[in-house]
């Protein structure tokens, strides 16, 4: 029998503890879920069709309106830190950043910084 790589359970023990169906995933313990949502600001991206399943993977499609024949706009939960960064610029330019003004300043430096790095070749 294949065991998980936590304490060597098998890996329906762990749900079976939670309560949970096999596949179904639990969340975070109250506390934590309420700190997360201190930490979070909603940022509106602009995002191409090409990259708007991708994108699903961070918001739902309930935070999404179309703007255009090509585009919609996301209400993305973003946390200020490195990895929220690099989600939304490893969109590259399928997404543009609409606000907050400090999250679309950031994005423009960090864009910059990464331009620089290919200029002059």
Same mark, same amino acid.
């Given at each position: 029998?294949?065991?998980?790589?936590? %304490?060597?359970?098998?890996?329906?023990?762990?749900?079976?503890?939670?309560?949970?169906?096999?596949?179904?995933?639990?969340?975070?313990?109250?506390?934590?879920?309420?700190?997360?949502?201190?930490?979070?600001?909603?940022?509106?991206?602009?995002?191409? %069709?090409?990259?708007?399943?991708?994108?699903?993977?961070?918001?739902? %499609?309930?935070?999404?309106?179309?703007?255009?024949?090509?585009?919609?706009?996301?209400?993305?939960?973003?946390?200020?830190?490195?990895?929220?960064?690099?989600?939304?610029?490893?969109?590259?330019?399928?997404?543009?950043?609409?606000?907050?003004?400090?999250?679309?300043?950031?994005?423009?430096?960090?864009?910059?910084?990464?331009?620089?790095?290919?200029?002059?070749?």
């Amino acid at each position: 029998m294949r065991t998980s790589r936590f %304490w060597g359970e098998r890996p329906s023990s762990c749900c079976r503890r939670a309560g949970l169906a096999r596949g179904q995933r639990g969340s975070s313990p109250p506390r934590y879920q309420n700190m997360l949502e201190r930490m979070q600001t909603r940022s509106e991206v602009r995002i191409h %069709w090409s990259a708007l399943e991708r994108a699903l993977a961070f918001c739902s %499609w309930e935070n999404t309106k179309p703007d255009g024949d090509e585009h919609s706009i996301a209400s993305f939960p973003f946390v200020e830190n490195d990895y929220h960064y690099r989600i939304l610029l490893g969109f590259g330019d399928a997404c543009e950043c609409l606000g907050p003004p400090h999250i679309r300043a950031e994005m423009g430096r960090r864009a910059r910084g990464m331009a620089a790095l290919y200029e002059g070749q």
